[in-house]
């Protein structure tokens, strides 16, 4: 077959290929176009054709066929054609989002039957053939019903995990029994400590004194026992341990059976301090018997709280503020040492959850500088449970007192391990401020702060302490599950501060073996006892 045409544009001939005949001629108007655009034109509907065909040929295999017009086909051939893809599975998309949007501006309805499992919803889905936002609805009340229970759950964790920071133990409770039955038994549990020759060392200050409040005869060992172990001349140690009325005779037992020599041990009770009356410190009294306090450390930690609002942390803070310790004389009676010893110039205090594992007498070479207080400062640190503390951890800004007169910004420091210059202390009226702060807030029905220790002391000490090196003194073993392991063997005194103590089920494992290092398991007491047997 050729196609020719006439040389005025006004005629084409198709004849067949054999030149005989001519099939037909068409009659073209004027012409309009340039023979090289008509040229182009067939140029190219030539190279689009074959294209057209195979989509065509396409479609038709995708069901194409199926479409009972030309509009169908329109639409499924022509964004193929212009480099379109379907769009059909995001339109699905949007439009579940939208339903779920709209569901979560819905209340969900209280008679509502909710699956147990998500494999009976799409079971129940098939059943009943659910719309998308029944299906949406029934996916948020499942969720919102997990998320509760999982609340729930955390916030009971918490509050056992309260009740057994606050408990005695069953072994050390059977320690303390055991070792009061001695004393009344035995003559050696009762025989003086120190012996009357050695009574003069007690106040001299040539010797390095630790002071020790506590009621847990176990904690006191392990204390004891390792800044012996760790000092480089143990003979010029002095441990004043001071205990409650009923602990007394169970930690002298414990002591006079158990003696640490060459290091001099002293165990005395608070009632065996003539100065320590109820007079003297009449806001203690206060502290310990005022009833609303009591039922504040002893009554129902979670009537009165908004479980839905607050966070498993913020309770678990809330929760440790409450801890029956700080309502103890025990636990305040640091604020007297100068009046307890009144010939020592220096002590090293220590809390009863430490382990010293270096030698501490160069504490004592330390120039505080003309400071009472040498302590470690808390607000150096990256870590938030312990060394990010500044005042705004501790106070209540929102009360006009506490806004008036501390700043939210001031570095907090650490109680547990802390040198004390009694002789610049008794140049202060540091314990008449503690005292002060202590009735505004009970005046204030505890709202400056939840009563603790530290909250007041940070007060009362202001401007009278001095920064030590962090590397004496590492806090937080009874926070902090992932604390660095080469950090504990690298401090020189080691705090489980925090609710995981490691005398208890709920210490932390990998860091209990830093403090059971130091328990004699081979003492007849400790075994008969079954101190921390699983």
Known sequence: MQLRFSPSMRSITISSSNGFIDLMKIKVAARHISYRTLFHTILILAFLLPFVFILTAVVTLEGVNKCSSFDCLGRRLGPRLLGRVDDSGQKLVR??????????????????????????????????????????????????????????????????????????????????????????????????????????????NAYHHFVLPTDNILAASVVVTSAVQSSHKPEKIVFHVITD???????????????????????????????????????????????????YYHGNHVAGANLSDITPRTFASKLQARSPKYISLLNHLRIYLPELFPNLDKVVFLDDDIVIQQDLSPLWEIDLGGKVNGAVETCRGEDEWVMSKHFRNYFNFSHPLVAKNLDPEECAWAYGMNIFDLKAWRKTNIRETYHYWLRENLKSNLTMWKLGTLPPALIAFRGHVHPIDPSWHMLGLGYQNKTSIESVRKAAVIHYNGQSKPWLQIGFEHLRPFWTKYVNYSNDFIRNCHILES
């Open 95 to 204: 439009d579940f989002y939208k339903i779920l949007n709209q569901v979560n501006t819905e209340e969900i309805p209280t008679d509502i039957k909710l699956p147990d499992s998500f494999s009976q919803l799409v079971s129940e889905m098939k059943n009943n053939q659910y719309d998308a936002k029944t299906f949406a609805i029934l996916l948020r009340a499942m969720m919102e019903k997990l998320e509760k229970e999982m609340r729930e759950s955390k916030f009971a964790e918490l509050m056992n995990k309260h009740f057994a920071a606050s408990s005695i133990p069953k072994g050390i409770h059977c320690l303390s029994l055991r070792l009061t039955d001695e004393y009344s038994s035995n003559a050696h549990a009762r025989k003086q400590l120190p012996p009357p020759e050695l009574l003069p060392l007690l106040s001299d």
């Open 245 to 295: 009325k009923k602990t007394y005779a169970g930690m002298h037992s414990w002591f006079a059976l158990n003696p640490v020599s060459p290091a001099i041990v002293e165990v005395k009770g608070v009632h065996q301090f003539d100065w320590l009356t109820r007079e003297n410190v009449p806001v203690l009294e206060a502290v310990e018997n005022q009833n609303g306090i009591r039922n």
